[in-house]
């Protein structure tokens, strides 16, 4: 192992040589700054729909991940939570403000945009929790990204949320 210490030993020696303590100090700081930046990149999302799964449940079950409204949403269902598709449960109130989706209906073959309202004032549900991120956008695109929380738009701060309605808006042109 003599020849190996010999070539690690002269490979350090060459390269103490050649830089200084700031330059490599200077790169690492380049390499962080650089790497930090990665996160802003645009993400190209695909324009097409996924093709479907022929193991998938029932897409007229509201009460599934897999309903066809739900292809953009994000938090338990409101028709796990006493609720429906439409409206709110009960002793919560639908936010002022939304995020919205287009998803397509296998049983009529139509795109519908679909409109996805948090529905605040209760302590989460905690039922029928879906994360589906078809066309998610990031942050920075709020009116498309289901990473927000929308009950803050209700004009009073530390609203808590408790689940999230998928209503049809139109169908898509």
């Known amino acids: 192992m003599k020849w190996f210490d010999q070539l690690v030993e002269g490979r350090a020696r060459s390269l103490a040589k050649r830089t200084s303590r700031r330059s490599v100090v200077g790169y690492l700081?380049?390499?962080?700054?650089?790497?930090?930046?990665?996160?802003?990149?645009?993400?190209?999302?695909?324009a097409t729909p996924p093709a479907p799964d022929p193991k998938a449940k029932k897409v007229d079950d509201p009460s599934s991940c897999d309903y066809w409204r739900h292809c953009a949403i994000d938090g338990y269902l409101c028709?796990?939570?006493?609720?429906?598709?439409?409206?709110?449960?009960?002793?919560t109130q639908m936010s002022a403000v939304t995020w919205v989706?287009?998803?397509?209906?296998?049983?009529d073959g139509k795109d519908?945009?679909?409109?996805?309202?948090?529905?605040?004032?209760?302590?989460?549900?905690?039922?029928?929790?879906?994360?589906?991120?078809?066309r998610d956008t990031p942050l920075y695109i709020p009116f498309q990204s289901n990473d927000y929380n929308w009950c803050s738009g209700n004009g009073k701060a530390n609203v808590p949320y408790h689940c999230s309605t998928a209503r049809i808006v139109s169908a898509a042109k």
């Not at 028709?79 to 002793?91: A, I, L, M, N, V």
């Open 29 to 46: 700081g380049a390499l962080l700054v650089g790497a930090s930046t990665v996160p802003l990149l645009p993400v190209a999302r695909g």
């Open 79 to 91: 028709s796990c939570c006493g609720g429906t598709q439409d409206t709110c449960p009960p002793g």
């Open 101 to 107: 989706g287009t998803c397509h209906n296998p049983l």
């Open 112 to 134: 519908y945009v679909i409109s996805y309202n948090d529905c605040c004032g209760k302590a989460t549900c905690g039922r029928c929790m879906c994360n589906r991120n078809e």
